[in-house]
């Protein structure tokens, strides 16, 4: 499946308006020479509009490689819930909504949205670094008995997210690397 490249309006567009250069601590622990902010691009809707076809084409794509059918997306709180939105508009498929951690008041559910047990799903996420939030946010649809089947990342960073999600037995995917947005450290 081709990518779209740094070439491409839309990842230059993300590199000039998400890519920090500094001293940056990362949700893994680990220190980086450069950040990219997910919300600096995640609430644009210039840029929604535009990858939310863009995740469309790739839940097909995988639907086709897997031999599955998609019945529900998935956002992680906070970057992927905009993300999840606009996939969800673009495709007609419903999403939930999946918070870090249960709410202790009213429901006190961990993720919103409807689940019927067997559903199959894909999760979406904003960059993927060790694909640790992923694999928690699928942990806790799971527990509610959601059949996740794949996480498409916005950004992979190259640092351990496809190895640790394909590990955990799951489709991994995304729409672009570092490397496509130009960055090298």
Same mark, same amino acid.
């Given at each position: 499946?081709?990518?779209?490249?740094?070439?491409?309006?839309?990842?230059? +567009?993300?590199?000039?308006?998400?890519?920090?250069?500094?001293?940056?601590?990362?949700?893994?622990?680990?220190?980086?020479?450069?950040?990219?902010?997910?919300?600096?691009?995640?609430?644009?809707?210039?840029?929604?509009?535009?990858?939310?076809?863009?995740?469309?084409?790739?839940?097909?794509?995988?639907?086709?490689?897997?031999?599955?059918?998609?019945?529900?997306? +998935?956002?992680?709180?906070?970057? #992927?819930?905009?993300?999840?939105?606009?996939?969800?508009?673009?495709?007609?498929?419903?999403?939930?909504?999946?918070?870090?951690?249960?709410?202790?008041? #009213?429901?006190?559910?961990?993720?919103?949205?409807?689940?019927?047990?067997?559903?199959?799903?894909?999760?979406?996420?904003?960059? +993927?670094?060790?694909? /640790?939030?992923?694999?928690?946010?699928?942990?806790?649809?799971?527990?509610? #008995?959601?059949?996740?089947?794949?996480?498409?990342?916005?950004?992979?960073?190259?640092? #351990?997210?496809?190895?640790?999600?394909?590990?955990?037995?799951?489709?991994?995917?995304?729409?672009?690397?570092?490397?496509?947005? /130009?960055?090298?450290?």
């Amino acid at each position: 499946m081709s990518t779209p490249t740094a070439t491409s309006p839309l990842a230059h +567009a993300i590199a000039q308006i998400a890519l920090l250069r500094g001293t940056f601590t990362l949700r893994s622990g680990k220190t980086s020479s450069y950040y990219l902010d997910k919300y600096l691009f995640s609430t644009r809707p210039e840029l929604l509009r535009q990858l939310a076809p863009l995740f469309a084409a790739r839940l097909k794509h995988l639907e086709s490689r897997l031999g599955v059918r998609f019945v529900r997306l +998935a956002g992680a709180e906070l970057g #992927g819930i905009p993300l999840v939105t606009a996939a969800s508009l673009e495709t007609g498929l419903p999403c939930i909504f999946v918070r870090n951690k249960k709410k202790d008041y #009213g429901t006190a559910k961990q993720s919103e949205g409807a689940i019927s047990k067997g559903d199959v799903v894909a999760l979406l996420e904003d960059v +993927a670094t060790t694909g /640790g939030q992923a694999l928690e946010a699928v942990a806790s649809l799971r527990e509610v #008995g959601a059949d996740v089947r794949a996480v498409i990342a916005t950004i992979d960073r190259l640092e #351990g997210a496809r190895e640790n999600i394909e590990k955990a037995g799951l489709a991994f995917e995304s729409l672009f690397t570092k490397r496509d947005l /130009g960055v090298a450290e």
